[in-house]
């Protein structure tokens, strides 16, 4: 079956102090910032080149350092390593690096998922979704996923773990899924239905009534959501027309959730559904859509003193755009800037998919926009620029070019066009 993917340190010494372990993530980020990315950049008085091959040594050493901790004693040596983990593989591209210590990288990450708290496993499965994104959506990427799958699945439906273990749980498996989803689909269909699992137990009875969320719920409901969402992006149309009316109208109900962030998260998914909707039929139309409408129109005009200023701010922004968009196909076309070259954000399924990548890298999702070949591949970039060094500095390894051909590489995670395939895949 074809997926229709349109996309596309230790000397760890007991006792050491947490100063040490911060001054480690500082020393690497300051490296990625300064000589690591520069080629020719002049010592101040001498005029003599800075040795980038030696401040990427350094800088590797001290990587490896981090990874070494992660098989610490101490909890606090352990979150510091993940943490300046965390900034390292958000901030620059490490393929080279990282391909040679996958296994044993993935190995610390599931030592820590299985036997850490829940602020370690939290780290650990956002420092796993991070792996997948540096190793690029092949064969590794695959590998991995399959491997530490079953406990981040075990973590997101432990009643008992921690709210925001279980959060970064599905953020982790909807990011690894859709970087490295099998050719057979058979990874999607159950990513699909575990984070359908989480997120269902807020739709309403059948009374029509809404649960009342317990503490924390709807943040984990807006992360499975969210993570289901960036998924759906990859069903062909013959899953999709199971998957639209099927959920649609609960969450149309779901609009009247307590939970400002949730109420966003439904409003922009029903967008989202909409928009793929009518890709496959171009007079696809929700069914009930005045009632959906007028909903729409209160929360893009809600003046609830009860709720806070930018919360309600907020809202009615993004309420206002889903509006427009149900009515009249109308989206406001965002232009994101990285160095020479621009990503334009023309639809709600594009949206989703850098909103996904962006909550995980953070600031250093423009990085890897310009030099990581998975983020380039999807958003239809083409292959990293060399750009002249007067005026970047910047350059790529062969490493980085030759991932961008591979053969891993060819058949995953591709950017679905507009006009969507209209095949009748099986899944």
């Known amino acids: 079956t074809v997926l229709d993917k349109g996309r596309r340190v230790k000397n760890g010494l007991k006792g050491e102090s947490a100063a040490s372990d911060d001054d480690v993530a500082s020393d690497i980020l300051s490296h990625y910032s300064s000589a ?38 101490s909890t606090k040596t352990r979150l510091a ?93 909807g990011m690894c899924c859709y970087v490295s989803a099998a050719e057979d689909g058979e990874d999607l269909i159950k990513s699909l239905a575990l984070l359908e699992s989480v997120f269902m137990s807020s739709y309403p009875n059948r009374e029509g009534t809404l649960p009342t969320p317990k503490p924390g719920s709807s943040g984990l409901h807006s992360a499975a959501l969210q993570a289901w969402s960036l998924l759906v992006t990859l069903c062909p149309a013959s ?37 793929l909707g009518r890709d496959i039929d171009e007079d696809f139309e929700v069914d009930d859509s005045e009632t959906l409408c007028e909903c729409l129109k209160s929360l893009a005009t809600d003046g609830n003193k009860h709720r806070a200023k930018n919360d309600r701010r907020k809202q009615r922004s993004i309420f206002r755009e889903v509006l427009h968009y149900i009515e009249n196909e109308d989206f406001t076309e965002e232009k994101i800037r990285f160095a020479v070259e621009n990503v334009y954000i023309d639809g709600w399924m594009r949206r989703r998919i850098y ?29 990293p620029l060399i750009l002249d060094a007067a005026v970047k500095g910047n350059k790529i390894s062969r490493f980085e070019k030759h991932l961008f051909n591979s053969a891993a590489f060819k058949a995953r995670t591709k950017q679905r066009s507009k006009a969507r395939d209209k095949r009748a895949d099986v899944m």
Do not use: W
Request: hydrophobic content about 40%.
């Open 36 to 73: 690591s990315e520069t080629t020719s950049v002049l010592e101040e008085g001498t005029g003599e080149q800075v040795d980038e091959q030696t401040a990427q040594e350094e800088t590797e050493d001290k990587l490896k350092q981090c990874i070494d901790n992660l098989m610490d004693k």
């Open 81 to 173: 390593a993940l943490e300046s983990l965390r900034q390292a593989f958000a901030s620059r591209l490490l393929y080279d690096f990282l391909t040679e210590r996958r296994l044993t990288v993935s190995d610390s990450l599931e030592r820590s998922l299985k036997k850490g708290s829940g602020e370690e496993q939290a780290a650990a499965a956002t420092v796993f979704a991070l792996l997948c994104i540096q190793l690029g959506g092949g064969g590794e990427a695959e590998e991995g996923f399959k491997m530490l799958r079953p406990i981040l699945t075990a973590i997101l439906m432990d009643g008992t773990a921690s709210i925001a273990a279980r959060q970064s749980c599905a953020r982790s498996l």
């Open 355 to 383: 909103d996904a990548f962006k909550e995980i890298l953070e600031s250093g999702v423009r990085h890897h926009l310009q030099f990581n070949p998975l983020l380039r591949d999807i958003f239809g970039l083409g292959p």
């Open 239 to 275: 899953r999709l027309t199971v998957l639209l009316p099927l959920h649609l109208p609960k969450l149309q109900a779901c609009l009247q959730s307590s939970d400002v962030n949730y109420r966003i998260a439904v409003g922009e998914t029903i967008a989202l559904l909409v928009e």
